[in-house]
């Protein structure tokens, strides 16, 4: 399996550690489990994933946040916002870890690339932001072009180290995974503009 290909379920597997509490907690709240709240509307997450590049990885993602619990379609683009955004938060602050711990490992050509990334990520963070704020006023059109604005920023970051290979090339991909849930999401939602 190449470095890419793996990438998907190297991320899976910190999911499936967040999976196995979801269920603990479940199990523990006892027998009458019948509140609305507490259940995952998987007829809703299939519907918020048909569109996904990897259908099976979003429904994962998806269903495995406590926050889906109950929610709309347009809750699940909210979550799917919110993963992206606190993973390119996550994939920021390696990127700076890297900076000052392994200053004196990395060559300059791999540093530069590293605190051109940081730049990228930073930007794409910014874009998921503006995701949110586009999402309460339906501005969905502004929501698919900053989610592809992050990508971009992801394909940056992989380019940023001038031929040697990328240090965070999974996590770009993982990265890349959770802008694609959102697009599928927000291609899911009603009539755009509409409500
Ligand atoms: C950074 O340093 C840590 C600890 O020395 C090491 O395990 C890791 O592989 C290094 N990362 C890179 C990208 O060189």
Known sequence: MNPIAAAPFVFLST???LQFVLVAGHESQGTNGGSKAGVVNMNLIQQACQHAPHKDLCIDILKNDPNSKGADLTGLAYIAIRLAGAYASEVDAHLRSLLINNA??????????VADCIEHYSDANEQLDDCVAAMSTKNFKDVEVWVNVAISDADYCDDSFSGEKSVVLQKNEAFRQLCNNVLAVVKALPPHGKE
Request: glycine share 8%; no cysteine.
């Open 15 to 17: 999911l499936s550690v």
């Open 104 to 113: 004196t490992t990395l060559s300059p050509v791999v540093q530069q690339g």
